[in-house]
């Protein structure tokens, strides 16, 4: 078992930045941030192996945001910057035990997620 806590989400304009943390009670092979907003389907944000260091981005965000661990902490780390009101969604960390990417298919833990919204 794999508990997921996530935190740092808000309401900040366009172009601002925000961090989300997701607090794990430990982490699997791979570790990834997943958002939906709505009436859309879940997607896959960025994920990271822990072991290897591997990273993965989705098109969308790649170059504004940063997926990163702490393993002291026991935290993963999403850095948005640059944020647009497209990004305005619910994220959620995710934990799977071998593929990270990009199939959330794989993913068996889920947090409950944390709002983000973004205003023009």
């Known amino acids: 078992q794999v508990q997921l806590v996530e935190s740092g989400g808000g309401s900040v304009q366009a172009g601002g930045s925000l961090r989300l943390s997701c607090a794990a009670s430990?982490?699997?092979?791979?570790m990834g941030w997943f958002r939906q907003a709505p009436g859309k389907e879940r997607e896959g944000v960025a994920a990271?192996?822990?072991?290897?260091?591997?990273?993965y981005y989705a098109d969308s965000v790649k170059g504004r945001f940063t997926i990163s661990q702490d393993n002291a902490k026991n935290t993963v780390y999403l850095q948005m910057s640059s944020l647009k009101p497209e990004d305005t969604a619910m994220y959620y960390c995710?934990?799977?035990?071998?593929?990270?990417?990009?199939?959330?298919?794989?993913?068996?833990?889920w947090g409950q997620g944390t709002q983000v919204t973004v205003s023009s």
């Open positions: 430990r982490f699997d092979n791979c």
């Open positions: 995710a934990a799977a035990p071998i593929v990270c990417w990009p199939d959330e298919d794989e993913y068996n833990y």
């Open positions: 990271l192996s822990t072991g290897g260091g591997s990273t």
